[in-house]
Protein backbone atom coordinates (compact mmCIF):
# COMPACT_ATOMS: atom_id res chain seq x y z
CA UNK A 1 0.00 0.00 0.00
CA UNK A 2 1.62 3.27 -0.52
CA UNK A 3 0.29 6.62 0.62
CA UNK A 4 -1.90 8.24 -1.68
CA UNK A 5 -4.28 4.65 -1.34
CA UNK A 6 -3.49 5.33 2.56
CA UNK A 7 -4.45 9.03 1.92
CA UNK A 8 -7.63 8.06 -0.01
CA UNK A 9 -8.84 5.68 2.69
CA UNK A 10 -8.34 8.37 5.69
CA UNK A 11 -10.60 10.59 3.07
CA UNK A 12 -13.52 8.46 3.01
CA UNK A 13 -13.71 7.99 6.46
CA UNK A 14 -13.40 11.54 7.54
CA UNK A 15 -16.04 11.95 5.00
CA UNK A 16 -18.10 9.32 6.63
CA UNK A 17 -17.04 10.89 10.25
CA UNK A 18 -18.84 14.10 9.08
CA UNK A 19 -21.80 12.66 7.90
CA UNK A 20 -22.41 10.56 10.86
CA UNK A 21 -21.41 12.99 13.32
CA UNK A 22 -23.24 15.99 11.75
CA UNK A 23 -26.31 14.58 12.96
CA UNK A 24 -25.75 13.93 16.47
CA UNK A 25 -27.47 16.18 18.92
CA UNK A 26 -28.24 15.85 22.87
CA UNK A 27 -31.98 15.45 24.10
CA UNK A 28 -31.01 18.00 26.56
CA UNK A 29 -28.29 20.76 25.48
CA UNK A 30 -25.27 21.46 28.31
CA UNK A 31 -22.38 22.72 26.26
CA UNK A 32 -23.04 25.10 23.53
CA UNK A 33 -20.77 22.68 20.79
CA UNK A 34 -22.70 19.75 21.56
CA UNK A 35 -22.05 15.86 20.74
CA UNK A 36 -21.12 16.78 17.01
CA UNK A 37 -18.01 19.12 17.86
CA UNK A 38 -15.57 16.49 18.75
CA UNK A 39 -16.59 13.86 15.63
CA UNK A 40 -16.26 16.93 13.47
CA UNK A 41 -13.11 18.12 14.85
CA UNK A 42 -11.53 14.55 14.44
CA UNK A 43 -12.83 14.42 10.56
CA UNK A 44 -11.25 17.90 9.90
CA UNK A 45 -8.12 16.90 11.50
CA UNK A 46 -8.09 13.11 9.67
CA UNK A 47 -9.42 14.83 6.21
CA UNK A 48 -6.30 17.08 6.30
CA UNK A 49 -3.96 14.21 6.85
CA UNK A 50 -5.43 12.46 4.17
CA UNK A 51 -4.84 15.69 1.64
CA UNK A 52 -1.23 15.43 2.77
CA UNK A 53 -0.85 11.84 1.95
CA UNK A 54 -2.56 12.23 -1.59
CA UNK A 55 -0.96 15.32 -2.32
CA UNK A 56 2.67 13.97 -1.44
CA UNK A 57 1.91 10.51 -3.00
CA UNK A 58 4.42 7.97 -3.47
CA UNK A 59 6.65 6.02 -0.51
CA UNK A 60 5.70 2.06 -0.18
CA UNK A 61 4.54 1.41 3.36
CA UNK A 62 6.60 -0.90 5.29
CA UNK A 63 5.27 -4.79 5.78
CA UNK A 64 3.98 -5.79 8.77
CA UNK A 65 6.26 -8.05 11.21
CA UNK A 66 5.38 -11.48 12.30
CA UNK A 67 2.75 -11.56 14.35
CA UNK A 68 1.25 -8.09 14.12
CA UNK A 69 -1.98 -9.06 12.28
CA UNK A 70 -2.71 -11.47 14.61
CA UNK A 71 -2.33 -8.56 17.46
CA UNK A 72 -4.25 -5.89 15.60
CA UNK A 73 -7.02 -8.40 15.15
CA UNK A 74 -7.10 -8.97 19.15
CA UNK A 75 -6.93 -5.63 19.89
CA UNK A 76 -10.20 -5.22 17.63
CA UNK A 77 -11.78 -7.97 19.78
CA UNK A 78 -10.45 -6.66 23.00
CA UNK A 79 -12.50 -3.04 21.88
CA UNK A 80 -15.88 -5.05 20.94
CA UNK A 81 -15.61 -6.80 24.31
CA UNK A 82 -15.15 -3.78 25.91
CA UNK A 83 -17.81 -2.14 24.11
CA UNK A 84 -20.01 -4.61 25.13
CA UNK A 85 -18.86 -4.96 28.73
CA UNK A 86 -18.53 -0.56 29.32
CA UNK A 87 -22.08 -0.46 31.17
CA UNK A 88 -22.88 -3.48 32.58
CA UNK A 89 -19.02 -3.48 34.05
CA UNK A 90 -18.96 0.04 34.26
CA UNK A 91 -16.27 2.47 33.44
CA UNK A 92 -13.37 1.59 36.09
CA UNK A 93 -13.49 -2.49 35.74
CA UNK A 94 -14.19 -2.37 31.79
CA UNK A 95 -11.74 0.23 31.12
CA UNK A 96 -8.64 -1.24 33.55
CA UNK A 97 -9.65 -4.62 31.67
CA UNK A 98 -8.83 -3.29 28.45
CA UNK A 99 -6.17 -1.27 29.05
CA UNK A 100 -4.57 -4.36 30.97
CA UNK A 101 -5.22 -6.97 28.04
CA UNK A 102 -4.11 -4.18 24.91
CA UNK A 103 -1.07 -3.63 27.05
CA UNK A 104 -0.63 -7.66 27.51
CA UNK A 105 -1.16 -7.57 23.86
CA UNK A 106 2.04 -5.14 23.04
CA UNK A 107 4.25 -6.74 25.55
CA UNK A 108 3.93 -5.48 28.88
CA UNK A 109 3.82 -7.22 32.50
CA UNK A 110 0.96 -8.65 34.40
CA UNK A 111 1.85 -6.73 36.93
CA UNK A 112 2.52 -3.18 35.17
CA UNK A 113 -0.58 -3.73 32.91
CA UNK A 114 -2.32 -3.79 36.13
CA UNK A 115 -1.41 -1.47 37.71
CA UNK A 116 -1.78 1.15 34.59
CA UNK A 117 -5.14 -0.17 34.16
CA UNK A 118 -6.49 0.34 37.89
CA UNK A 119 -4.76 3.34 38.26
CA UNK A 120 -5.57 4.92 35.22
CA UNK A 121 -9.22 3.94 35.28
CA UNK A 122 -9.79 5.43 38.06
CA UNK A 123 -8.03 8.88 37.19
CA UNK A 124 -9.78 9.07 34.06
CA UNK A 125 -13.27 8.31 36.12
CA UNK A 126 -12.18 11.02 38.90
CA UNK A 127 -11.63 13.51 35.63
CA UNK A 128 -14.61 12.85 33.79
CA UNK A 129 -17.34 11.64 36.00
CA UNK A 130 -16.18 13.95 38.84
CA UNK A 131 -14.21 16.74 37.57
CA UNK A 132 -15.97 17.47 33.90
CA UNK A 133 -19.63 15.98 35.09
CA UNK A 134 -19.44 13.38 32.20
CA UNK A 135 -21.93 10.44 33.58
CA UNK A 136 -20.18 7.47 32.95
CA UNK A 137 -21.55 3.95 34.01
CA UNK A 138 -20.59 2.65 37.49
CA UNK A 139 -21.87 -0.36 36.92
CA UNK A 140 -20.45 -3.22 39.57
CA UNK A 141 -19.33 -0.67 41.50
CA UNK A 142 -22.00 1.47 41.88
CA UNK A 143 -22.93 0.22 45.79
CA UNK A 144 -19.25 1.92 46.35
CA UNK A 145 -19.67 4.82 44.38
Request: proline share 6%.
Amino acid sequence: MNNRILGVGALSLAAFMLWFGYGLQAPVAYEPLGPAAFPTVVALIMALCGFRLVLKGGGQAESLPSGALGRILAVVLVLVCYALTFEPLGFIPATALMVCLVGRLFGGSWMRTLAAGAVGSILLFLLFDRGLDVVLPLGILEAWL
